[in-house]
T-cell receptor
């Protein structure tokens, strides 16, 4: 089954304790992204990766790191979490392809990780 | 810059009524993709529809229908004969053809009252 998986699904931690949220996709997608969702703000992009070893900042990258050593994995790292990083996080992967003379885009989201930083 | 506006923050309707969720987008690119996602109380994002900028056909899927109008930069979503299970937050989103970034609207919280 084609899917994006995230772990953990729920995490409560304390300020300053480093954590990693893993993201993995089994669709051989080149593009992967991380978003955070906050009430009233919708979803905002944190970082994205267009391929292995290629990453770039999104709209709200401060306080986060990512790496893309393999195509399937795109972990999100919080070196020193703070309470303002309490949020719902989504990983996504996507594929652009051409078929039938047109360009298409398939987007897949993981199930979300609810993070609370005390 | 790209932008997606969902002006309706919250809507409440009685079950079986029809309801339309508005989405207005801004982009100067001619190639783009529009999406609607549903986020039920459980929190996951459920993909509903994708439409590319070259396809202005309206689409119907069961009780759901979408009206894409480039002239007004709108991509509205209508639920016919609403049901309580339709209660959720609905997001409209836009992405360009050249990268992966998705620009989301802030969402519309829909309450279907029994």
């Amino acid at each position: 089954e084609a899917q994006v998986t995230q772990n953990p699904r729920y995490l409560i931690t304390v300020t300053g304790k480093k954590l990693t949220v893993t993201c993995s996709q089994n669709m051989n997608h080149e593009y992967m992204s991380w978003y955070r969702q906050d009430p009233g703000l919708g979803l905002r992009q944190i970082y994205y990766s267009m391929n292995v070893e290629v990453t770039d900042k999104g709209d709200v990258p401060e306080g986060y790191k990512v790496s893309r050593k393999e195509k399937r994995n795109f972990p999100l790292i919080l070196e020193s979490p703070s309470p303002n990083q309490t949020s719902l996080y989504f990983c996504a992967s996507s594929l652009f392809y051409t078929r039938g003379g047109g360009t298409h885009n398939e987007q897949f989201f993981g199930p979300g990780t609810r993070l609370t930083v005390l | 810059a790209q932008k997606v506006t969902q002006a309706q923050t919250e809507i409440s309707v009685v079950e079986k009524e029809d309801v339309t969720l508005d989405c207005v987008y801004e982009t100067r690119d001619t190639t783009y993709y529009l999406f609607w996602y549903k986020q039920p109380p459980s929190g996951e994002l459920v993909f509903l529809i994708r439409r590319n900028s070259f396809d202005e056909q309206n689409e119907i899927s069961g009780r759901y229908s979408w009206n894409f109008q480039k002239s007004t930069s709108s991509f509205n979503f209508t639920i016919t004969a609403s049901q309580v299970v339709d209660s959720a937050v609905y997001f409209c989103a836009l992405t360009l053809g050249r990268d992966d970034k998705i620009i989301f609207g802030k969402g519309t919280r829909l309450h279907i009252l029994p």
